[in-house]
């Protein structure tokens, strides 16, 4: 992959004409943005109606994008369904949604408005660019008229797409994608293109890939932009729910910016009352810059400095554990449920320890040593070898070091945001059957630990200071992607089943758990 990124480079010199139009570093801006909602409905409102709405929430992302502009940020990502909310039917989001061109029509809104008709949202953030002379990434909707010669064509004649939007500092209009993985209830109101669309630009400060929230657990195109088209910064606007121990929005977005040696700016809606928060700026060598913030109801503009073509050394996950024979356990290994899925656990009950615990072709090793042991907290270390099966289906590996929500150790895995116990050092690895694996440490309140861990070649994910705070989980979360066809498969039938029933939790967590299994089975 050294290789690849280098000829990358060397191809992207040629975007750059004069030397003085390369820049080595640039400066990167999100905005967590408090979206405004449309009152609930059954039935459309008017477009007057939904630009109204719109024109809201951008009013707010324009202060956003002007402060931005002029503390030099280069670009700025504003999150999913940061335009026009939430929470609709196919009908009732039908008027918020405009015709988005194909960048390749050399079309610049702010100077040409009327030329696909009403496109009232492209003007205003193709202007909003234009002004302040920067790239500007949003999400709206795009619509796209079809007819019975299609056989995938809708029955009301028309796909809906969840659209990422880029303009760049002129206002021209340079990328254009469609969310892949449609997350539940999504599945109600937009359509899934037909095949994955990998979407790439070149600026003066490195190739920028894009895709949307649940597309980063899949390998197309999220991982296909890196590892095939070998992007340096890839731009993420998303409507995350947190969900730990592993699923955080800033633990796992900046994890998977670490594990595939790129930088990610990722911009998230900011409702805490649904969990939704986490923004951050990420390198692949440390967090830049983050904000998670569940206590008060205000927006959040971060802006930092990136390496235009950020460098990570290659790591050979499996290589370490793979070498060493298991450690003692001392204890008797029990099960837990972490997100619905069945770990194979052992509790750390000393102060110090070294530790093994396996499932399936999975082994964990961990060497630990805790500031204090106290009395009303326990942690324990997981393993996880098996198909996830709840808001989709997905293959996981999961080494995980954590704290149990309790002292009763049935309650390992459940959610828990708050801790005690600090760590003067750690050391984890496990004998991973993927080169796709994502180094986690979160600590107390849900905060990261910038600076404070690493990842050496031989994949151990070990500390280089006592923790700044408290531990919540230091884990290797691995996605085995070669084992996900079956799971594609299922998600497929799965949102095909969501257009004809109501979302009701624990059915459909049981649904679709049988969903994936049957089809896992079978493949």
């Known amino acids: 992959m050294v290789i690849a990124r280098l000829l990358a480079y060397l191809a992207f010199s040629v975007f750059c004409v004069l030397p003085a139009s390369c820049l080595d570093t640039f400066t990167a801006a999100v905005y967590e943005h408090a979206v405004i909602l449309p009152n609930f409905t059954t039935t459309p409102v008017s477009r007057e109606e939904a630009l109204v709405l719109m024109n809201q929430n951008l009013d707010i992302l324009e202060e956003a994008i002007t402060s931005a502009a002029k503390q030099g940020a280069h670009i700025i990502v ?260 972490a997100f619905y899925d069945e770990y194979t656990f052992v509790e750390l009950t000393g102060i110090t320890g070294n530790y093994t615990v396996c499932q399936k072709d999975l082994c964990c090793h961990l060497n630990y040593q805790m500031s204090e042991k106290r009395s009303n907290e326990i942690y324990a270390l997981g393993a996880f070898d098996g198909l996830h099966t709840v808001e989709g289906c997905y293959h996981l590996q999961v080494c995980t070091m954590l704290k149990c929500k309790t002292t009763n150790r049935h309650t390992c895995g459940a959610s828990v945001d708050t801790a005690s116990t600090r760590f003067e050092m750690f050391s984890l690895s496990g004998t991973f059957g993927t080169q796709y694996v994502f180094p986690e440490v979160l600590l107390s309140e849900v905060r990261l630990a910038p600076g404070e861990f690493k990842v050496s070649s031989d994949g151990r994910l070990f500390s280089v200071k006592a923790t700044s705070g408290p531990v919540l989980t230091v884990s290797l979360f691995g996605r085995v992607y070669e084992k996900d066809q079956a799971s594609n498969a299922a998600s497929a039938l799965t949102a095909q089943a969501l257009s004809m029933m109501l979302i009701v939790v624990t059915p459909m967590v049981y649904y679709v758990d049988r969903i994936c299994t049957f089809l896992f089975n079978l493949g």
């Open 78 to 337: 504003t999150p999913e369904d940061g335009v026009y909310g939430v929470n609709f039917s196919r009908d009732t989001i039908y008027p918020y949604l405009e015709d988005i061109p194909d960048p390749e029509v050399n079309w610049i809104p702010c100077n040409h408005p009327k030329r696909f008709g009403d496109t009232q949202i492209q003007e205003r953030l193709s202007c909003l660019a234009k002004s302040n002379s920067i790239y500007v990434v949003a999400n709206i909707g795009d619509k796209k008229p079809c007819n019975a010669s299609d056989p995938r064509c809708p029955p009301d004649g028309r796909y809906q797409y969840n659209t990422n939007v880029v303009f760049d500092s002129q206002g021209k209009l340079v990328a254009r994608y469609h969310k892949q993985h449609l997350f539940m209830s999504e599945s109600f109101y937009f359509n899934a293109p037909k095949d994955p669309e990998v979407m790439t630009f070149n600026t003066p400060f490195g190739k920028f890939g894009i895709f949307t929230c649940f597309d980063i657990l899949f390998y197309d195109p999220a991982i296909t932009l890196v590892k095939d088209f070998h992007v340096d910064t890839i731009l993420f606007p998303t409507a995350w729910m947190d969900v730990l121990p592993h699923l955080s929005a800033i633990e796992f977005h900046s994890a998977w910016a670490m594990g595939m040696g790129v930088n990610l700016l990722a911009s998230n809606l900011h409702r805490p009352q649904n969990r939704m928060t986490g923004s951050g700026i990420y390198a692949p060598d440390s967090p830049r810059a983050f904000h998670y913030d569940r206590k008060t109801e205000e927006g959040k503009l971060l802006l930092s400095q990136l390496d235009s073509h950020p460098y990570s050394p290659e790591v050979n996950w499996s290589s370490y554990a793979s070498s060493i024979g298991a450690l003692s356990t001392g204890n008797q290994e029990f099960k837990g449920s």
